[in-house]
């Protein structure tokens, strides 16, 4: 019998990352693998919202302002709310939580002063939205004592959705102090927002 979890059918994982290579070694890369144990990465096209759109001459990471480490869950319309939301409370919370105990003491650089944010992502194909949620905080452990709110965000989106519709591609909400937004601020793609 393997002590692995199984991964759920219809949800698969992208990542996202800034900050710098110490950022990307110590905190991206071991939560993206950790996260891919229980969901697989997303191989399927990548929808407008979350595309980024570059110059040629544009600098990403030139070590200015928060450093970010993130996901997006791309949902099928199979999915139901509550799998969604177990999965999430059961399979993937727990991970994060024990990934950002203790992570602060392993920081270097510009990485301990850099406020930091998680975020958290939903593309749910059925409505060609991506709801967004990113927890800010100047240290893991505050980042980690506002996980719980999260999921209850993106509970509120989707019921938001079922009200609202999709009023735009993207519908994001920032957890900051405690404190989260009560209306999605609307975008047509996330990095406008991020």
């Known amino acids: 019998m393997s002590d692995k979890p199984p991964k759920v059918d219809g949800i698969s994982v992208s990542f996202l990352s800034a900050g ?24 399927g096209e990548i929808p407008p919202p979350l595309r980024r759109r570059m110059a040629r001459s544009q600098v990403v990471n030139a070590g200015v302002g928060p450093v970010v480490a993130g996901f997006t869950l791309f949902v099928a319309a199979t999915i139901a709310t509550k799998t969604l939301g177990d999965f999430y409370d059961i399979l993937l919370k727990p991970r994060i939580r024990k990934f950002f105990k203790g992570l602060d003491k392993k920081l270097s650089g510009g990485n301990c002063k850099s406020q930091k944010v998680f975020n958290s992502s939903i593309w749910y194909q059925e409505y060609g939205v991506l709801v967004s949620v990113s927890v800010l905080g100047k240290t893991m452990a505050e980042i980690e004592s506002q996980l719980d709110l999260v999921d209850e965000i993106h509970s509120n989106a989707r019921n938001w959705i079922a009200e609202h519709g999709a009023a735009a591609p993207v519908l994001y909400y920032k957890i900051e102090a405690g404190k989260v937004n009560a209306k999605p601020e609307l975008a047509d793609r996330l990095e406008e927002i991020l």
Do not use: G, N, Y
């Open 20 to 43: 710098d290579s110490d950022w990307l070694k110590k905190i991206t890369i071991p939560l993206a693998d950790d996260i891919e144990s229980i969901a697989p990465r997303h191989l």
